[in-house]
């Protein structure tokens, strides 16, 4: 099982400043094959990123993934009051499926 | 448009069998590539994948639940259906239903709060 590791656990951020959250895996994604998620309070999550950097239709280009092997990277250029949320990442390159546990983007 | 919504009990006792059914439109189960997967997360914690359905009929449980987890599609109804046995108070938590066609989930239900407690 890929176990994926995210941080930092939480990231104390101001509206305009870049994010740039980590995503590591215990073994290397094949094909990158790993997708980022933004989740706010009392709602599903939204799917950003698959492919490690292509972006899901209607995500604005604020948000762009990078990555491949082990260390992956979604960087959201400018935060708006909107991006702040939790972000999981995911892989799916290999069975079972698994889930990062999350970074909180908070204003500070 | 794909939607995907989650139904089922929002309360169930220590050792009975929780049922979750995910009812969807805009997509058919039939389609070479296309599977449903249910996710579910505890109050205040991380995602946790559970199992996934696809088009021919394959199905991939987590391997520390698969024990008591089954997987199910009715094509007809647009429908798939997710039973865990022998519930615990650790399983309280909000299960999604979501569409996949690669692996990734999109879109995913509103989800569903199951609470176990006696």
């Known amino acids: 099982e890929i176990v994926l590791t995210q941080s930092p656990g939480t990231l104390s951020l101001s509206p305009g400043e870049r994010a740039t959250l980590s995503c590591r895996a215990s073994?290397?994604?094949?094909?990158?094959?790993l997708a980022w998620y933004q989740q706010k309070p009392g709602q599903a999550p939204r799917l950003l990123i698959s492919?490690?950097?292509s972006r899901a239709t209607g995500i604005p280009d604020r948000f762009s993934g990078s990555g491949s092997g082990t260390d992956f990277t979604l960087t959201i250029s400018r935060l708006e009051p909107e991006d702040f949320a939790v972000y999981y990442c995911?892989?799916?390159?290999?069975?079972?499926?698994?889930f990062g546990q999350g970074t909180k983007v908070e204003i500070k | 448009q794909i939607t995907l919504k989650e139904s089922g009990p929002t309360l169930v006792k220590p050792t009975q069998t929780l049922t979750l059914t995910c009812t969807f439109s805009?997509?058919?189960?039939?389609?070479?590539?296309?599977?449903v997967g249910w996710i579910r997360q505890p109050p205040g914690k991380a995602l946790e994948w559970l199992a996934l359905?696809?088009?021919?009929?394959?199905?991939r449980y987590s391997p520390s639940l698969k024990s008591r987890l089954t997987i199910t599609k009715d094509t007809s109804k647009n429908q798939v259906v997710l039973t865990m046995t022998n519930m615990d108070p650790v399983d309280t938590a909000t299960h999604y239903c979501?569409?996949?066609?690669?692996?990734?989930?999109?879109?995913w239900g509103q989800g569903t709060l199951v609470t176990v407690s006696s």
């Open positions: 995911q892989q799916y390159g290999s069975s079972p499926l698994t």
């Open positions: 492919g490690a950097s």
């Open positions: 359905i696809y088009w021919d009929d394959d199905k």
């Open positions: 979501g569409h996949t066609s690669n692996g990734w989930f999109d879109p």
């Open positions: 805009g997509f058919s189960l039939n389609t070479s590539g296309v599977g």
């Open positions: 073994q290397s994604v094949s094909s990158s094959y």
